[in-house]
């Protein structure tokens, strides 16, 4: 009998254009297949089987690589399937953008948004000195005339270590 198959990844949360190595352990195993799951698609186009294809390599990962993997382990009296492994591929923070809305006649919100795995942090500058407001959010009293100048959204990926950031002018309205 063929053991219930295992998988472990090189890295829990892999870094775009890193390499990674998906790795299929089982008992008594002849013959081991990977597939995307549930779907059962093939491996992505970068992927490179090793020669017992007990490894899936990606020498520089992608995220359209994130997914849940399988492997099914084999031999001339039994099949079994490992449950579903899903890798995760970090990227970002990129296409920052900030929204712009009026929320009365001297007070807008500034929302800032990036495409990002996993989620961005937030921080904001005003004229290239930094806000004390970590958040996606910002209101903005526009009466006020310190309030006038550039504001930057600046935002983090905690795991590839990368910021982007997005500016808007915020002009002062005088009643």
Known sequence: MVGKPTITISSSLPKEKDSVTLTCTSTNAERILWSRFPSGAPLP???????DNRTVSFSRIHRSDSGDYRCQASNPVSTENSDPVTMTVAYGPENVKVKSTSLSNSVILLECSADSVPPATYHWRLNGTD?????????????????E???????????????????????????
């Open 45 to 51: 186009s970068g992927a490179t089987l090793s020669q």
């Open 131 to 147: 806000i004390k407001q970590q958040q996606s959010q910002l209101q903005v009293a526009q009466e006020k005339a310190e309030n």
């Open 149 to 175: 100048g550039t504001y930057t959204c600046v935002a983090r990926n905690s795991v590839t270590q990368l910021t982007a950031m997005y500016s808007v002018y915020v002009n002062v309205t005088f009643g």
